[in-house]
């Protein structure tokens, strides 16, 4: 056999592949993997001078690349893995998801008809039924309806439904597994299993989503990778085998309490944390046919094969402890993001575009006070700009000084720390469909309110108390002065009501023109006569 695998540098993929070499010396394995985040080839550094092994980098998207791999290596069978399968990567990232589990099935289908492939081998999962009553004893079968939940596991039915359109409409051979969730060696430090180990290592909390009731059926990766091989070689053609572990009864918390008494730890190193959307209650397969028909069954025990898992993960920290810093930032990432959407509701947006008032959340105690200014992840929810801030500033105003309108090249946050003061902006924007709009506020040292002002607003504060005001202004580009507009301070189309009548004004803002004279195009002219 000369063996095609998809994602062969990613979990089941990798077991898969030492598996086959292990188990069928003569055949010959072409790993294909695009190595995106979840494919890492150190996970097959001992087969790598294996001469039966190559691997190629390639993605399944890519139509050109697959038929010459599938003509250049005489490939006469494929087992398809190559999926994106993170379900929370899911929610966040949906359409790479539609990608590579549908439309690169798809090529790989296209591909497979065409180069007349013995057979072509679909490795899906049992998310695609959706999820069973938690109190309930049902359990899914190969005739239960698909009901997918998250994108991902919608994704993977659509999948499966494209397999056996190939078979009914084309005649291919092929044959589907749907498994219940993996673990053993080689599994990133993104999921579940191996997130909680590794973070027991490091003496931190394994985090549980929810109240950790929910129930996964654990499959170890090596007696899936035995029913793979089966199905491959025995399976009928056209069939699906659902793959179980018998494990319908551990939930997620009892997984957890298992591994704190290998790491002799106690209950405080669980730390619950808020639900994903969506997520399935309970997954529980029926895997009777693929033990009647082929004679398939696990063959440890999940708590056996856990401290394996575990053991293993404590001999090779070599392999995990780089992928752990990378998949944990995904996690901040997503822990950041929550934060910026709670974070949103102090950003109000005005009638100018691009203008937004930041109430910043004051937190006081005897100490004194603290003060989230912004978040800027939180902006760029809002507004769609990226504020990459690159100079920080500082300015002091006396008593009765108007610093005149002034529209800058760049992006500016502004807030007052000390003091009283009247801003006044406009949108001189000409493109802007509300060109000539102004806005004004009144700051004080209570109301704790912050100015994110778009590239092209001109901006103007007047100090209107009895003391100077002190306050700060980022911007996203290095100050030159190069990029600047003014404009009239008093400009009667205007009419701005500044609250000083003799302000003191800069002497290269005297004399700054009106907005019809710098737009003249903007304004009707004004009637001879």
Same mark, same amino acid.
């Given at each position: 056999?000369?063996?095609?695998?998809?994602?062969?540098?990613?979990?089941?993929?990798?077991?898969?592949?030492?598996?086959?070499?292990?188990?069928?010396?003569?055949?010959?394995?072409?790993?294909?993997?695009?190595?995106?985040?979840?494919?890492?080839?150190?996970?097959?550094?001992?087969?790598?001078?294996?001469?039966?092994?190559?691997?190629?980098?390639?993605?399944?998207?890519?139509?050109?690349?697959?038929?010459?791999?599938?003509?250049?290596? %005489?490939?006469?069978?494929?087992?398809?893995?190559?999926?994106?399968?993170?379900?929370?990567?899911?929610?966040?990232?949906?359409?790479? $998801?539609?990608?590579?589990?549908?439309?690169?099935?798809?090529?790989?289908?296209?591909?497979?008809?065409?180069?007349?492939?013995?057979?072509?081998?679909?490795?899906?999962?049992?998310?695609?039924?959706?999820?069973?009553?938690?109190?309930?004893?049902?359990?899914?079968?190969?005739?239960?309806?698909?009901?997918?939940?998250?994108?991902?596991?919608?994704?993977?039915?659509?999948?499966?439904?494209?397999?056996?359109?190939?078979?009914?409409?084309?005649?291919?051979?092929?044959?589907?597994?749907?498994?219940?969730?993996?673990?053993?060696?080689?599994?990133? &430090?993104?999921?579940?299993?191996?997130?909680?180990?590794?973070?027991?290592?490091?003496? =931190?909390?394994?985090?549980?989503?929810?109240?950790?009731?929910?129930?996964?059926?654990?499959?170890?990766?090596?007696?899936?990778?035995?029913?793979?091989?089966?199905?491959?070689?025995?399976?009928?053609?056209?069939?699906?085998?659902?793959?179980?572990?018998?494990?319908?009864?551990?939930?997620?918390?009892?997984?957890?309490?298992?591994?704190?008494?290998? $790491?002799?730890?106690?209950?405080?190193?669980?730390?619950?944390?808020?639900?994903?959307?969506?997520?399935?209650?309970?997954?529980?397969?029926?895997?009777?046919?693929?033990?009647?028909?082929?004679?398939?069954?696990?063959?440890?025990?999940?708590?056996?094969?856990?401290?394996?898992?575990?053991?293993?993960?404590?001999?090779?920290?070599?392999?995990?402890?780089?992928?752990?810093?990378?998949?944990?930032?995904?996690?901040?990432?997503?822990?950041?993001?929550?934060?910026?959407?709670?974070?949103?509701?102090?950003?109000?947006?005005?009638?100018?575009?691009?203008?937004?008032?930041?109430?910043?959340?004051?937190?006081?105690?005897?100490?004194?006070?603290?003060?989230?200014?912004?978040?800027?992840?939180? /902006?760029?929810?809002?507004?769609?700009?990226? $504020?990459?801030?690159?100079?920080?500033?500082?300015?002091?105003? =006396?008593?009765?000084?108007?610093?005149?309108?002034?529209?800058?090249?760049?992006?500016? /946050?502004?807030?007052?720390?000390? %003091?009283?003061?009247?801003?006044?902006?406009?949108?001189?924007?000409?493109?802007?469909?509300?060109?000539? =709009?102004?806005?004004?506020?009144? $700051?004080?040292?209570?109301?704790?309110?912050?100015?994110?002002?778009?590239?092209?607003?001109?901006?103007?504060?007047?100090?209107?108390? %009895?003391?100077?005001?002190?306050?700060?202004?980022?911007?996203?580009?290095?100050?030159?002065?190069?990029?600047?507009?003014?404009?009239?301070?008093?400009?009667?189309?205007?009419?701005?009501?500044?609250?000083?009548?003799?302000?003191?004004?800069?002497?290269?803002?005297?004399?700054?023109?009106?907005?019809?004279?710098?737009?003249? %195009?903007?304004? &009707?002219?004004?009637?001879?006569?």
């Amino acid at each position: 056999m000369r063996l095609l695998v998809t994602g062969g540098a990613g979990f089941i993929g990798s077991n898969f592949i030492r598996y086959i070499l292990g188990s069928h010396p003569d055949y010959f394995v072409v790993n294909y993997d695009n190595l995106t985040y979840a494919g890492h080839l150190t996970s097959l550094s001992d087969v790598e001078l294996n001469p039966n092994y190559k691997f190629v980098k390639g993605d399944i998207c890519d139509r050109k690349r697959v038929e010459e791999v599938l003509k250049k290596n %005489g490939i006469t069978h494929m087992v398809h893995f190559a999926a994106e399968s993170h379900v929370d990567r899911s929610i966040t990232n949906p359409e790479s $998801f539609i990608l590579t589990n549908v439309l690169g099935t798809q090529t790989l289908l296209d591909a497979a008809l065409k180069n007349k492939i013995v057979r072509f081998h679909h490795v899906s999962t049992d998310e695609v039924f959706g999820e069973l009553p938690l109190a309930s004893k049902l359990k899914f079968t190969e005739k239960t309806s698909y009901e997918p939940k998250s994108p991902y596991s919608a994704s993977k039915a659509a999948s499966d439904h494209l397999v056996r359109a190939y078979h009914k409409t084309y005649g291919m051979d092929v044959t589907i597994t749907n498994a219940s969730n993996n673990f053993g060696p080689f599994s990133d &430090t993104e999921k579940f299993i191996p997130r909680a180990i590794t973070n027991l290592m490091d003496g =931190k909390k394994v985090p549980i989503y929810g109240d950790g009731k929910y129930v996964r059926d654990w499959l170890n990766v090596a007696d899936h990778c035995r029913a793979i091989d089966l199905v491959l070689h025995q399976g009928k053609s056209g069939e699906t085998y659902l793959v179980g572990g018998g494990n319908d009864k551990i939930s997620n918390l009892d997984v957890a309490e298992m591994l704190l008494k290998f $790491f002799g730890r106690d209950k405080s190193f669980i730390e619950f944390v808020k639900d994903r959307p969506g997520h399935d209650r309970r997954y529980a397969i029926d895997y009777g046919k693929i033990k009647k028909d082929l004679g398939w069954e696990p063959l440890k025990s999940f708590e056996s094969r856990l401290y394996e898992t575990v053991k293993w993960y404590k001999e090779n920290e070599s392999w995990w402890r780089p992928i752990k810093e990378e998949s944990e930032k995904f996690y901040r990432e997503a822990e950041e993001n929550k934060q910026a959407e709670n974070f949103t509701g102090f950003i109000k947006e005005t009638s100018i575009p691009g203008l937004l008032v930041i109430e910043m959340p004051t937190y006081e105690d005897e100490r004194g006070f603290f003060r989230e200014n912004v978040r800027l992840n939180s /902006l760029e929810k809002v507004n769609n700009v990226k $504020f990459s801030v690159k100079q920080w500033n500082h300015a002091s105003s =006396k008593p009765g000084v108007i610093r005149a309108l002034h529209a800058e090249g760049w992006n500016k /946050l502004v807030y007052p720390a000390t %003091g009283k003061m009247f801003a006044a902006l406009v949108d001189i924007r000409p493109e802007s469909p509300m060109f000539g =709009k102004v806005e004004t506020f009144e $700051f004080d040292e209570k109301t704790h309110k912050a100015l994110f002002i778009p590239k092209g607003v001109a901006n103007s504060i007047c100090v209107t108390g %009895g003391k100077n005001v002190e306050y700060f202004y980022l911007v996203d580009a290095y100050y030159d002065g190069k990029d600047t507009k003014a404009i009239a301070w008093n400009d009667p189309d205007l009419a701005i009501p500044w609250p000083v009548k003799k302000p003191i004004i800069s002497k290269r803002d005297k004399n700054n023109p009106r907005l019809r004279d710098m737009f003249p %195009g903007k304004f &009707t002219p004004t009637p001879k006569g």
